[in-house]
T-cell receptor, first 113, second 114 residues
């Protein structure tokens, strides 16, 4: 089974500042996908960013970027210019070619005004 | 277009009762997934359906849990003889196909077993 570890239960950041969330995973697979999902209080899981393991280039989506270190099995998320609407729980997730998502325990991010 | 919808939004039931949770996927999506989010176990995969293929039931925690997908669209997750440890948020997701690597989630059903 795949294990996804998020070691930061909670993070707080000032509006407009940058915050980085850590994620490590354990797998023997070579081909897989990694994701960061956001879950606001509405419970709806929203995809923030994804990374294919075969791509060396780090994914970027507007203010969100990842640092993917395949050898270290690390996949951190950087939120730049934090906004109040970024307040949510963030889940790191792994998917191999069985198409089942394995999630970390989540990191609660609070953006302070 | 409309996203994934789930009903009811919240369900309170008594221990030992059966419950049915419903998921309406995005139109045209052939793959449908159920996940459970609980305080003790976090987010875990339960089952997925892909078209007319046999579902992957490998994540169902016990034989009290079952799911079906009628007509390749709506899915129902049934929990028989509910237990307090079944209390959780049940999330449904869909995607255009299994190989499409983004899953689109619904808002979930919060189940409370008293």
């Amino acid at each position: 089974a795949q294990t996804v570890t998020q070691s930061q239960p909670e993070m707080s950041v000032q509006e407009a500042e940058t915050v980085t969330l850590s994620c490590t995973y354990d797998t023997s697979e070579n081909n897989y996908y990694l994701f960061w999902y956001k879950q606001p209080p509405s419970r709806q899981m929203i995809l923030v960013i994804r990374q294919e393991a075969y791509k060396q280039q780090n994914a970027t989506e507007n203010r969100f970027s990842v640092n993917f270190q395949k050898a270290a099995k690390s996949f951190s998320l950087k939120i730049s210019d934090s906004q109040l609407g970024d307040t949510a729980m963030y889940f790191c997730a792994f998917m191999k070619l069985d198409y089942k998502l394995s999630f970390g325990a989540g990191t609660t991010v609070t953006v302070r005004a | 277009g409309a996203g994934v919808s789930q009903s009811p939004s919240n369900k309170v039931t008594e221990k030992g009762k059966d419950v049915e949770l419903r998921c309406d996927p995005i139109s045209g999506h052939t793959a449908l997934y159920w996940y459970r989010q609980s305080l003790g176990q976090g987010l875990e995969f339960l089952i997925y359906f892909q078209g007319n293929s046999a579902p992957d039931k490998s994540g169902l925690p016990s034989d009290r849990f079952s799911a079906e997908r009628t007509g390749g669209s709506v899915s129902t997750l049934t929990i028989q003889r509910t237990q307090q440890e079944d209390s959780a948020v049940y999330l449904c997701a869909s995607s255009p196909s299994l190989s499409y690597n983004e899953q689109f989630f619904g808002p979930g059903t919060r189940l409370t077993v008293l």
